[in-house]
């Protein structure tokens, strides 16, 4: 019997450690083929040209194709589910946003992936900090005096969102929650339908991405009465924060990040983040990432882990306190 038992666990043993050899030769290799980024959403948009960018910083490393497969569909859902469910070999990686990691898990009542044990954080690539913004009929030209006007109003003033459970929809719940305030919820078709809605005046307020608002206040089309961030964006460098304009620790934006499937060997993941990092740290893609409204913010795979669980908390509670679900 105890012969039996040594001669089990020592096979166990040398599985294991033939394994492990496998992953060390597997990491020094790597990478020997192509690697493939899932994206959650379709071409032309920042989390494609983001994906794309770093991308072909890769192939310029590594010499080995990196092909960008664009799986859009369910709010990011799909192409992350699909994601998590691949080859944890380095082989397929992800790219994706907090709405598929940080809003679908408290929207959707079945959803077949879980952002932190089906994921591995490598980093986060980027943010795109979200403005608050109104018609310039609106008769408040400052954040205090908005939410003065929509204190004095409660119920009367409607804001836009890009559809319901979108990023803009719970910004709007939490600029509520944080300022005391009661708004209408109207939801549209994405964020240039219901940016258009603001300024047509079927809406009031709004509060998005720079992409679709920061050419619309130039153009004097809407009025910028806070920037959602700790600190003053270059986009828009006279808008206040939301804290300098009385709303403090408001920061709402979307923001993207790098993961592999969970099981994916550490020295790869270590592999990829060192890569990646050195790539994002690089004027070009600064630029790049400029022209789409965000801003490269790198991290470590443990920083990365952390933000989104630190997300998954603050979303959680927001959306709870909403009621918001998944159309």
């Known amino acids: 019997m105890i012969h039996s038992i040594f001669r089990v666990s ?10 492990a050899a496998y992953a060390q030769d597997a990491a020094r290799t790597y990478p020997d083929r192509p690697i493939r980024i899932i994206v959650t959403f379709p071409p032309g948009g920042p989390t494609d040209i983001i994906a794309r960018t770093v991308g072909q910083k890769l192939v310029e490393a590594w010499g080995q194709p990196v092909v960008v497969d664009n799986r859009a569909g369910a709010g990011g859902n799909i192409g992350t589910d699909l994601a998590a469910k691949s080859a944890p070999d380095g082989y397929t990686l992800l790219l994706s946003n907090f709405g598929p990691l940080a809003i679908s898990p408290f929207v959707y009542a079945k959803l077949p992936y879980h952002p932190v ?22 008769p408040a030209t400052t954040l205090k005096e908005l939410i003065a006007l929509a204190k004095a109003k409660p119920g009367q003033l409607a804001f836009a969102s890009a559809g319901n459970a979108s990023p803009s ?9 944080s300022a005391g305030i009661k708004l209408i919820h109207v939801p ?6 219901s940016v258009g809605a603001v300024i047509g005046g079927e809406t009031q307020i709004a509060i998005e991405s720079p992409p679709p608002i920061v050419p619309q206040v130039k153009a004097g089309k809407l009025r910028a009465l806070g920037a959602a ?11 206040p924060t939301a804290n300098e304009a009385g709303l403090a620790g408001f920061e709402v934006g979307s923001w ?15 592999k990829l983040h060192a890569e990646m990092v050195k790539a994002m740290n690089t ?10 409204g965000a801003e490269t913010i790198a991290s470590t795979p443990a920083q990365y ?4 669980e630190s997300e998954l908390k603050k979303w959680g509670a927001v959306i709870k306190a909403a009621g918001v679900k998944s159309d």
Request: glycine share 6%; net charge positive; no cysteine.
């Open 283 to 292: 004027p070009e893609l600064r630029e790049r990432f400029a022209s789409v």
């Open 305 to 308: 882990g952390a933000f989104v």
């Open 188 to 193: 549209y078709k994405g964020g240039a339908p």
């Open 169 to 177: 929809h719970l910004a709007g719940a939490l600029f509520q929650s």
């Open 117 to 138: 044990q089906d994921l591995t954080p490598i980093t986060l690539a980027a943010t795109s900090w979200f403005f608050i913004v109104t018609n310039p009929a609106v």
């Open 256 to 270: 993207y990040g790098f993961h592999a499937p969970a099981g994916t060997p550490k020295t790869v993941i270590n």
């Open 229 to 239: 961030r700790a600190n003053r964006s270059p986009l828009l460098p006279d808008v």
């Open 10 to 19: 020592l096979i166990v043993v040398i599985a294991m450690t033939a394994a």
